[in-house]
């Protein structure tokens, strides 16, 4: 019989599964919404086994002797030991690099660099996030170069490439987020017809990546929220991302709308996403200085984005928008670490901790679900 | 039947074993002496089945498919194989990252790290030994960070927190060089009554933590052991170090003193282990240098360090020192690795090389210990 | 009853596979051909089982619960996933650190860390290839140390070297271009009478190591190939390589000759390996400045190789130079990554892509054919 905490989770839908094997996720606009809700289920079952809660042994090695093998071109701590917690659970050996000590810093280009981890790793994860316009294309050409090399040899392997956070879209946050939301909120449904405030926050320590507001539009609205993006103006996020937001919110039932008042982000809300990004005219002026490999040019930008930054301040998440939201409760939500006394309040934060902890620690099974997805065969009948 | 090799080690203490379950290492001065022991009797086993004289398998994968996390915030030969090898023949994922790739660089408290880790890892070892005031204080609240977590949501893991060298303590190295003794002069209790000469040795290489000897005279004198410490003036250790060392040494029947002589540390002493530090009030200078990223005045504390040192250059040890230890044949320990021709003649090192070599090779069964004993329940019998 | 696949390799010889039990690979001369075809017939099974040919489950974990610590002192890409890949197949845990963040850029020997890391590890990679008479010396001396350490303890474990890329050899990707021209041409002994040309080309990049030109040259020559070195005055190779090159190639009944023209490589030859090294004289320099740590000396070699390899830009495997060989169609090596447009055309790259990729797929195997002579028992047994 099986476990009653498993039973209570959303069924595995064996056909989707099926056709998850091999599949490599950069952005969750690739998928569709039923394999989204597949990967999702996924995730809550290894969640419940690894918790203990899942009746079954703690033992989740579907994947033993394989490689997991991811390359930053970033600092990161959460996603680093998500990546390698993930694959250690599954049994595979987890691998982490810097870019900087490959020779892709030698001008070796992405599909070769994909062809040669293809052939000697059994998944990818990748963190290029700093240049718009590059990460996500670097990580397709890995990717391509990986099929390319697979499809012209006989080898069987598939080896799934993972988004661990590029200039547009950071999915194993944002899925991670989403996986929150429906356990904060009880329900797999239950984000469907809710206000969701995701907002710009004023940060002095570094101009941030727009992957995660980009990737919360892009993912949230599939699902019926009624989503407000709130920024100051100069800090537009991608067009593609806000207008793909728009026609999913349409199309699911919810709606979508920006605004340039960090409030309006707040009322009603049933949950905030307050974080800084950087402003959209250096982000893309950063792109040149990189390729120039211009050091003096890069830290210019900086210092220039931290005073655009400067301008507001204002832009917190404290008491006072906190009590503009529902029952003036809402759920805070922050992809961590967040600026404390800039982005939010020490109050705030300090009566969310465990909120934005078990917030966090979806990323792992998040990226197990994925790993499992895309390497094992059969994998429903696997996990019972 | 039990295997002779196993029969002649101590007795494993199934209680005090049960209440090291889930339990972190920061300090050797946290842990009872039945803790320290009951730990070195699991270390003693451990060595003995993967020295083969165990008569069991050489497998010891008492914890598979779990993450064995490591960050390193300076450089490590040894230690970084040894914390490696300890999790790979536990059959852990062992993952080593640099703090510097880390976002703990962007400003991110060790609290909020502790909680990220300790939901994605299984064990965490942290090496942070350059600042005085700073290294362990960081071990604590990452381990705060991690058992706030796990205490406010449903997860039964346990995550211990391994210090691998800190500003205090450097307790893998120590408690390694305190099972070396006992295996050297061939007795559980062998240090009882023996004189350990513990002594400053020139260093022209770099202003060298006052971990090791601060962690050796805390761990020496619980054991019955007569301790001497020899420093020139200016290289005196933590206060705190100093009182407990001579505390205990009360308590446990042995002696402790600080001489400023480096010849009186040999006189009669059964082991004698001379290593390098650097000048106390110019590690205090470091701090506030270190606080303000100044990276000038850093250069220049390390160049006056050097400068103080060189005033020393006669704190070796040499053929005639040795010569005034027990019987002329003192057991020589470093922790290594040492400076050849300025901490140690050559000589000296030449005769003592496979010594130095057992030593170490402790470090990585400590270590295994440590994970064992924190992660495995009903070890005992496990161990058989 | 066996596998075709496995029926139709080359036999695994107990005897001297028994003889590579604990063996370290150094340099490919220090092994006898039978080794070498022993170590071939290895991987060659190995490749079979991965790519699902081998009619046996893909679980190659030969050595669970084992460390295999590799060590860079170079950029790699290739190279660190496939050792990776390698070990994890194995079931081995891989840790990759760098050079620079060891306690070995503190000045600690080579004979020392070896100790050390043989204690920890079970087997060891290094790469160290920049500085002309340094790497393969300090891997031997890291070989000895390991050698000294378990001669002088009761340890029975294995722990081999392998040289993944010195100044001297680069054994494990020579191995691989052998095995794949084995593959490619069908036939254990198919390189026997066949012309081979080995020749330098123009890049712009970096002044590249020695090693793989002088691998080459020392392994092909033993197996009756005729070999072609070519490469323009100033670019000379070791002299020890090309004296033992000419020496194996008389005994093998091949031929061995050096020219100044590179279509002198191209003509008639049934595989071309154009690839770029730096000049001799200016990588003997690179010796000096680089123990006086002059980074301002190393600079200025640096631009003035690429002054002189600048006057050779014509040095290109191009469309022409490929009519050329054999039947206009030559099998294009390489050990990537190559400068497209300057060491060859785009034209020829495309061609040869899937060439290229599955050589360097060899790699893998190779490796863990290597981690696996030298760590299991019984390995044609096992092997089946």
């Known amino acids: 019989m099986m476990n009653p905490t498993l039973q209570a989770l959303p069924p595995l839908d064996r056909d989707v599964l099926g056709k998850l094997f091999g599949k490599s996720l950069l952005l969750t606009t690739d998928w569709t919404t039923a394999e989204l809700e597949a990967l999702l289920a996924v995730a809550a079952r290894l969640q419940a086994r690894d918790h203990g809660r899942g009746g079954v042994p703690a033992d989740n090695a579907l994947i033993p002797n394989e490689l997991a093998y991811a390359v930053f071109f970033d600092n990161s701590t959460r996603t680093k030991s998500a990546w390698a917690g993930a694959a250690s659970r599954l049994g595979m050996s987890p691998v982490i690099v810097d870019g900087s000590s490959t020779q892709v810093s030698h001008g070796e280009t992405a599909v070769?660099?994909?062809?040669?981890?293809?052939?000697?790793?059994?998944?990818?994860?990748?963190?290029?996030?700093?240049?718009?316009?590059?990460?996500?294309?670097?990580?397709?050409?890995?990717?391509?170069?990986?099929?390319?090399?697979?499809?012209?040899?006989?080898?069987?392997?598939?080896?799934?490439?993972?988004?661990?956070?590029?200039?547009?879209?950071?999915?194993?946050?944002?899925?991670?987020?989403?996986?929150?939301?429906?356990?904060?909120?009880?329900?797999?449904?239950?984000?469907?017809?809710?206000?969701?405030g995701v907002s710009w926050a004023y940060s002095p320590s570094y101009a941030k990546p727009l992957s995660v507001p980009q990737g919360l539009i892009t993912l949230l609205t599939r699902f019926g929220a009624d989503v407000t993006l709130a920024h100051p103006e100069g800090y537009q996020l991608m067009d593609s991302c806000v207008g793909a937001a728009g026609k999913q919110a349409t199309e699911s039932g919810g709606s979508f709308r920006v605004v340039g008042d960090m409030d309006q982000a707040f009322e009603g809300a049933a949950a905030v996403y307050p974080k800084s990004w950087g402003p959209y005219d250096l982000m893309l002026e950063r792109v040149a200085a990189n390729r120039a490999a211009d050091k003096d040019a890069l830290g210019d930008i900086e210092r220039r984005a931290l005073e655009r930054n400067a301008k507001h301040t204002d832009w917190i998440c404290d008491e006072r928008r906190m009590g503009l939201t529902e029952g003036g409760d809402a759920l805070y939500m922050h992809c961590l670490p967040a600026d404390i006394g800039d982005e939010v309040t020490p109050g705030v934060m300090a009566k969310h901790t465990v909120n934005v902890a078990r917030e966090a620690n979806w990323k792992v099974y998040v990226i197990m679900a994925m790993l499992a997805v895309g390497k094992v065969e059969g994998l429903a009948d696997r996990l019972g």
């Open 112 to 196: 070769e660099t994909g062809a040669m981890l293809g052939m000697n790793a059994h998944a990818m994860g990748i963190r290029h996030d700093l240049i718009l316009g590059e990460g996500n294309a670097f990580m397709r050409d890995v990717k391509k170069g990986i099929d390319d090399y697979l499809g012209a040899t006989d080898k069987a392997q598939k080896v799934p490439v993972v988004n661990l956070q590029c200039d547009i879209d950071h999915p194993t946050q944002t899925l991670a987020d989403l996986a929150w939301l429906r356990e904060h909120f009880g329900d797999v449904d239950a984000i469907r017809g809710k206000k969701i």
